[in-house]
């Protein structure tokens, strides 16, 4: 759903937190997206969910939406021969490619009785650390390691498909607005589906959690 927005240079919240996706742009997107839906160029009813990579590699589909976390299973099956892109602007002149930007997060209660030692532990865990984050990334399926400097070292991301993953992520990874909540993301999560799934009113159905967004 963030594609939607980020190929015409919209998201989900403007700069001052207010709902970005009901400017005329997202609107045409959103449309885009409903005749992609009816000209069956998507595929839809596949035996597996998006996140899993079997819709390409048995043929189904030519490309697949997924994450990086499917690649070791990818070149599993079909080696390198395959390419990774960003999602396209939506035209020359309106918005630039994208992908998300995944990740973890870790955060200390502030009523710990033990808040700088658990500040410290995150520092080192996050940081300090580059051993076992260089493991924890790159041993386990295939995640892209969140300091830029172990990223730039990793022997696994400087040739092939990951290293093209890598620059993307570089170039065009939009990050979570921590001010754009679950509730909000259902609202829009609803609107998504009624409009390009069931063929709602972009209108009527985007002002609805524009105005949760702006109840938040």
């Known amino acids: 759903m963030g594609p939607i927005l980020w190929t015409v240079g919209s998201d989900y919240l403007t700069a001052d937190n207010k709902p970005g996706f009901s400017t005329p742009e997202v609107k045409e997107s959103f449309a885009k997206m409903r005749e992609l839906f009816l000209s069956k160029s998507i595929l ?3 035996p597996t969910d998006w996140w ?3 819709s390409f590699t048995q043929g189904l589909a030519a490309m697949q939406w997924c994450g990086l976390w499917a690649m070791p299973g990818i070149q599993k099956t079909i080696g390198d021969d395959f390419g990774v892109v960003p999602w396209p602007a939506f035209s020359t002149s309106v918005g630039k490619p994208s992908t998300f930007l995944g990740g973890w997060g870790a955060m200390v209660s502030a009523k710990s009785a033990n808040v700088d030692a ?3 532990y995150i520092k080192w865990l996050w940081i300090d650390n580059t051993k076992d984050q260089k493991d924890f990334n790159l041993s386990y399926g295939f995640h892209i390691p969140p300091r830029k400097s172990l990223a730039a070292q990793a022997s696994k991301l400087q040739s092939g498909p990951a290293a093209a993953a890598l620059k993307i992520f570089n170039d065009y ?3 979570n607005n921590p001010a754009w909540t679950p509730k909000m993301n259902n ?3 609803d609107a998504a589906t009624a409009i390009v799934r069931k063929g709602g009113d972009i209108d009527s159905n985007l002002a609805n959690p524009e105005k949760r967004s702006m109840q938040n």
């Open 173 to 175: 990874a939009v990050a």
């Open 44 to 46: 839809l009813g596949a």
């Open 187 to 189: 609202a829009y999560a």
């Open 118 to 120: 658990a500040k410290a």
């Open 52 to 54: 899993d990579h079997s």
